[in-house]
């Protein structure tokens, strides 16, 4: 009786015949996966004739000119964060500014995240693969010195040269590192001081006159005698990061750190002023200790408890959202004399990574919205935010807006929250003098990793955890250890 | 003639044999070799180059500059990394205990003769699971907001839940409790339904008191249960990000420092180009959830042999 031997026999040939099979599969699989993709590709021939008329007789002849090289399309991919909604928007206004190339240059917008931060991720990423690089890029400023540093940056000196001299000097600022013309200011944002002028003007407070530190701390008094249970200023517990910026640049050369890795905090008394100042406002009782974004926020707005804000611009079309019942009480102007100047993180920039595919057609699409004035009237009457940064567009803006009018097809709740309408017709010009007083920090290749840092050193001072020396001292120790020279990337 | 083709049957040729025995031992490996593949490819592979990284300086593109253990011995001496490890320690501690115990008490209840409709408790109580932790983050959020948040409208007093740092952490300690006892009460109520009848019948029968068939049948019998809950818990818990940034974070920054996990210190390193440190960080995290694991593993009695 062999029938356990048959049985085994049979049993190992299944397995090994398994096993062959499973690899002749596996082995196809790979086969079919690497196979070379035909393509068909259809070639258009162009091909002309050309007509000759003699004096007297008509004579036709068909002429064979040598073949025009097929059109090639070429795809500019603008890499920003946020929403890509708009992508359409910005290839619209490319081809309304240049019909002539919209066969020949098309726009791909991609967005890799909601934030700076991811998109600055993913350009790392990109240069270190060393492909997928985008021919254009959105950073804020407070990123391009990183890159700046690394030179990975394409210098646009030769190229906007020619419009230097209708170009903002505050968006001016944004375009340049270390003295090199390496970005085109995409959103300038300048600083404003958005306050309720009907309150202002019942505690007598003309903003124009708040020249000083102490004139600041003297308003905030007279507001809150004036205007009982509101709050003329907001900062928390943990000031919003923004602020901090918005601070430091104002003053001249204010600098964490300089080239050769040694740092400021304690030596510069500068920042002991920012630190005793925040702390000032804070404990003073017309500061609302509510910090910006906080769940608490914007019901301030709306109830009108908080009745101003030092921000930037893009803080102009936050108020009408928040305070939508208050149009025609907001105003805005410049910050107190003493920090007129500076900024947030600067702006948004677009800038030209080396290494990306196509420079010379980016280069081409990026001055259409921003250094060629059709184009960016157009870009700012498809997005109401982007102001033009040219000083001949801007002229026209100013006239189309102060002619007034409600948009064509605008829905009354969209009236209610259209800037001209909620500002005043005004609001355009105040916005183009803080655009001058633009002015970007000193900011350096890692100061996103030191700007929490020095957040958290004034946010244990104004809690009372550490003493004045002790915050600053604490703070560069940290900047030290932790980051060592911010330029040696 | 049939004695030889009997030989001939009985022993293979030498290379059919040993070409069925690779066969044999091949076989398992082939099963499982997409997993192999995907954890040395999507796990492995960067952990390790994740750790030769953090021996240098590094931005994600361009040189890498050697330095050495510096990543490390900088980030040890950050009083940052240190008050976000005691952070997530009080995450962990806080919340794990009232939410086993909440967890634990329930399955028993609702396991038990005393409750009627089972079948409506069981899918309430771990419905917090089904939201997003963002999600979850999120409302919280609201929930605490100090003039207008729901709990201190209802309570009629301005608590800062998110401005004090102190209070800020119970906030997030009670997100988390909220949010996964859901989870373990169905992880419990499996372990118990394992627990065989005749062993409480037996008790019962020889008069041992509810308490004590809880504490001295139960319990002990759940011991596995408890050892992979507190583990995993220990885990996730350690490695937390999103709860305490939403609750306290604004536009978009990372919450402050008296709040913040750990794994802040890594993710502001990684948005700021400093991938070394990220990486250094990284592997003293994953050094610090090891060891944690370990003494849970040894301490609730994991000793049983394996295999």
Same mark, same amino acid.
């Not at chain 2, 999120?138 to 301005?158: Q, S």
């Given at each position: ?489 | ?46 952990? =390790?180059? &994740?750790? *030769? /990284? +953090?021996?240098?300086?590094? #931005? ?6 050697? !330095? ?36 634990? =008490?329930? &399955?028993? *209840? /609702? +396991?038990?003769?005393?409750? #009627? ?6 899918? !309430? ?36 839940? =998110? ?17 996964? !006892? ?126």
């Amino acid at each position: 009786m062999n029938t356990g031997q048959n049985d085994n026999k049979r049993d190992s040939l299944s397995r090994r015949k398994f096993l062959q099979l499973a690899a002749i599969g596996a082995g196809g699989a790979v086969i079919a996966a690497c196979s070379p993709q035909v393509v068909k590709e259809t070639v258009e021939v162009e091909v002309t004739r050309e007509v000759e008329v003699e004096k007297q007789v008509e004579v036709t002849r068909e002429v064979e000119v040598a073949v025009a090289p097929p059109s090639e399309l070429i795809t500019v991919t603008l890499m920003k964060w946020g929403s890509v909604e708009g992508e359409e928007m910005y290839g619209r206004i490319f081809e309304e500014i240049h019909p002539e190339l919209k066969d020949q240059i098309k726009l791909t917008v991609v967005s890799p995240g909601t934030s700076d931060a991811e998109t600055n991720q993913a350009l790392r990423l990109a240069l270190a693969a060393g492909f997928g690089i985008p021919d254009m890029f959105q950073a804020t400023y407070s990123s391009v010195p990183e890159f700046a540093e690394a030179g990975v940056l394409t210098n646009l000196e030769d190229k906007v040269t020619e419009y230097l001299g209708d170009i903002s000097e505050g968006a001016k600022s944004l375009m340049q590192y270390n003295g090199q013309y390496i970005a085109a200011p995409a959103q300038p944002k300048p600083k404003v001081w958005l306050y309720r002028k009907d309150l202002f003007e019942n505690a007598g407070i003309v903003p124009a006159e708040v020249k000083t530190f102490e004139d600041f701390m003297q308003a905030g008094q007279d507001f809150v005698a004036a205007n009982p249970e509101k709050y003329f200023f907001n900062l928390g517990p943990q000031p919003i990061h923004y602020a901090y910026w918005q601070w430091m640049s104002s003053w001249d050369g204010l600098c964490m750190a300089n080239k050769d890795g040694t740092y400021n905090i304690v030596s510069d008394e500068r920042f002991a002023m920012l630190y005793d100042q925040f702390k000032q406002i804070y404990q003073s009782p017309w500061d609302l200790h509510v910090d910006d974004f906080s769940p608490d926020w914007q019901p301030t707005y709306e109830n009108e408890k908080l009745c101003g804000w030092m921000v930037g611009s893009w803080g102009i079309n936050w108020v009408p959202r928040m305070a939508p019942e208050q149009g025609g009480k907001w105003a805005f102007t410049q910050w107190p004399e003493y920090v007129k100047y500076g900024s947030d993180s600067g702006g948004d920039t677009y800038v030209i990574p080396i290494g990306c595919e196509h420079p010379e057609e980016a280069w081409i699409v990026m001055k259409s919205w921003l250094f060629e004035k059709d184009g960016a009237i157009l870009r700012w009457k498809n997005e109401q935010g982007d102001f033009p940064i040219i000083k001949s567009a801007q002229a026209e803006v100013l006239a189309i807006i102060k002619a007034g009018g409600r948009p064509e097809g605008m829905s009354d709740e969209d009236w209610k929250v259209y800037a001209p309408n909620y500002y005043g017709l005004d609001y355009a010009d105040w916005y183009f003098q803080c655009l001058d007083l633009l002015k970007v920090g000193c900011f350096n290749p890692s100061s996103p990793a030191l700007l929490p840092i020095l957040r958290n050193h004034c946010e244990n001072y104004l809690a009372g955890k550490e003493t004045l020396t002790e915050a600053l001292e604490n703070c560069q120790q940290d900047m030290e250890t932790q980051v060592g020279n911010p330029y040696e990337v | 003639m049939a004695e030889a083709r009997g030989v001939q049957l009985a022993r293979k040729p030498k290379g059919a044999r040993w070409s069925g025995r690779l066969a044999d031992r091949l076989a398992p490996y082939l099963f499982i070799s997409p997993f192999l593949v995907a954890f040395v490819g999507l796990f492995l592979g960067p952990a =390790l180059y &994740a750790l *030769v /990284v +953090s021996f240098f300086k590094y #931005k994600g593109y361009g040189t890498l500059e050697w !330095v050495g253990l510096s990543n490390y011995s900088v980030t040890l001496q950050y009083g940052v990394f240190w008050q976000e490890m005691l952070n997530v320690a009080f995450y962990w501690v806080a919340h794990t205990i009232p939410m086993m115990a909440i967890a634990f =008490l329930l &399955a028993v *209840v /609702v +396991s038990s003769s005393l409750v #009627k409709h089972k079948k409506v408790f069981k899918p !309430v109580i771990y419905m917090p699971q089904l939201v997003a932790g963002v999600a979850s983050a999120l409302l919280f959020k609201n929930f605490f907001g100090t003039n207008y948040g729901i709990l201190n409208t209802m309570l009629g007093v301005p608590i800062p839940w =998110l401005e004090d740092m102190n209070l800020a952490r119970w906030a997030v300690v009670i997100m988390l409790v909220w949010r996964s !006892v859901g989870y373990w009460f169905v992880i419990y109520l499996a372990g118990l339904t394992s627990i065989s009848e005749e062993v409480m019948d037996a008790a019962t029968v020889d008069g041992v008191s509810a308490w004590q068939r809880l504490t001295r049948i139960t319990v002990p019998l759940m011991r596995n249960s408890f050892l992979f809950s507190f583990v995993i818990d220990a885990v996730v818990t350690l490695r937390m990000y999103a709860e305490p940034n939403i609750l306290g974070g604004k536009a978009g920054a990372v919450c402050p420092v008296g709040m913040a996990p750990v794994l802040n210190t890594l993710v502001l390193n990684m948005q700021a180009g400093r991938f070394g440190q990220a990486a250094a960080v990284g592997w003293l995290i994953f050094l610090f959830v090891a060891v944690v694991s370990f003494v849970q593993y040894r301490v609730l009695g994991g000793r049983r042999r394996e295999g």
